[in-house]
DNA sequence: GAGCACGTACTCGGATAGGTGTTGTCCGAGTGATGCCGG
DNA sequence: CCGGCATCACTCGGACAACACCTATCCGAGTACGTGCTC
């Protein structure tokens, strides 16, 4: 278990693929799920929210696929979160200052005016965490592989996606 | 929706009351409960979890209840949520970066050693979202809430848990 | 009047259902490529 | 040999179940308090 579901992973990785295209170049979801080892038929739906949220492309029919909808620099963590997501916050305030017995239904001003200080808190924790994930795009996390893996492996999965094609 | 369940509301709000306790005082669940308009068997149950965390200290049988196991500026917005929560992490990375079709089930070095990028970043994130959540103890909490609360509620209230213990 | 035993009411504690969200699957709609047929 | 058309394979897209977790509830175990009895 984990605050961010599963689906943000996978997500993730397979984005990591379409960041050094050419502006032509298309990758189906199913191609990108079994290069990976993922389910097609899950990832083909994770595409289709982050189509939603305008993060990608959809080009339809026979070598169709995928492609980023902007430069892979403009695209963000945050934005891949929130895309699968739905933006959902750290923590809902229910207003439970608001409820309290001794109140009868009618709260004070006092007790409903400002924010509550427990949601104060968190909105703070909140921030700082997206701002961490809105300063890292998809064009950084790349960077980060092209570090790590040898030029062979690149060229490996090019040809890989070039075979699916024919 | 939100990433943090609504006990973790349910919970704080709760033990904000425990912050101003003389030793001897203890607070039952179900009038916690009852004052705040929450589910009194729910409540139950989350203070089962804030005392199996060690947060709370459960006194039995009758006028018995919860008081804090320490003093409250030691405990830490961060410590409730993880005590309920379980230590969660933001993000699970399942190393979908191990299972790349073109390892054919053994892969290599590079691919395995050090932090996935994607790893690195939620971590980073999560890091400064838990420091914020941290740095907020629970005497802080309580401490705002008297900057706006009124004196004659405090002592309402005072006189709510007495009238309980008759 | 004092001490003790008992009953009671209140507390915690864990085992037990219902609702909601996530994960995963399946099939249908649409489209571009391909091969075939006729000119 | 060339152009048009039907077929087909592949893609996206949304509707459909299985599972797990969160929320909420209920009942049982244990304990301190209060009461009544006995000495």
Same mark, same amino acid.
Do not use: K, S
């Given at each position: 278990m984990a605050l961010y579901a599963s689906s943000v992973e996978q997500a993730l990785h397979c984005l990591l693929f379409l960041?050094?295209?050419?502006?032509?170049q298309t990758f189906s979801s199913n191609d990108l799920a079994e290069l990976q080892g993922l389910s097609p038929s899950y990832v083909a739906k994770l595409f289709t929210q982050l189509k939603n949220a305008g993060l990608v492309i959809a080009v339809e029919g026979v070598g169709g696929g995928y492609q980023l909808a902007r430069s892979a620099k403009d695209i963000s963590v945050l934005d891949v979160v929130d895309g699968l997501e739905g933006g959902k916050p750290l923590f809902r305030c *229910?207003?439970? *200052? *608001?409820?309290?017995?001794?109140? *009868?239904g009618s709260p004070p001003s006092w007790a409903t005016r400002g924010l509550c200080s427990i949601h104060a808190v968190m909105l703070e924790a909140e921030q700082r965490m997206r701002q961490t994930l809105k300063e890292n795009s998809l064009a950084d996390l790349a960077q980060g592989v092209r570090r790590k893996a040898p030029q062979a492996y690149m060229a490996e999965v090019t040809t890989w996606f070039q075979s699916r094609k024919t």
């Open positions: 960041v050094d295209m050419t502006p032509e *229910r207003d439970i *200052r *608001r409820n309290c017995a001794l109140f *009868r």
